[in-house]
């Protein structure tokens, strides 16, 4: 039977998880770009964890998994943090909040909030980068398009 997104949601025993940075890990140019080396240590962590930095974003703020990844790195005391599991995270939390929502359950996890890097909405988002852009604007976000993607005007200065 599959799981449901807020099954995926939960922790892991497994996690988290401090390894050395590698060439070949899947989140490598990424972490790279944040500044980690070959050899460095790296952190995996909880979805919770992520949840918590999301559910912290209030309204008309913003976050990139940047600054999630960032900020986790610094609360383990590791050079940087994975990025593709993070990036894993952040979408089965919205995915597990729409679902909760639409059983009647409250889940309130703002995750429109939390941006791609360099400010790009989600297209793995429920309703995908249109829905997405709709929440933002709510707010009192101004979304551009550029090409196929879709980026929050000046996002760096609503950081939260």
Known sequence: MRKTWQEKLEDKASLPKTLKLEKGFPCYNA??????EIGDDIVLVNPSEVVEIMKQVPKGKLITIVEICKGLAKQHG??????????IFIMTAANAMEEANSE???????YWRTLKAEGFLNPKYPGGQE????????EGHKV???GKRFRVQDFQTHLA
């Not at 009647?104 to 703002?110: E, N, S, T, Y």
């Open 144 to 146: 551009l398009q550029r």
């Open 78 to 87: 590791v050079k940087a943090c994975c990025s593709l599991t993070t990036g």
């Open 104 to 110: 009647g359950k409250l889940l309130d996890i703002p």
């Open 31 to 36: 972490v790279h770009k944040m500044g980690a």
């Open 131 to 138: 829905a997405h852009k709709r929440l933002l604007e709510q």
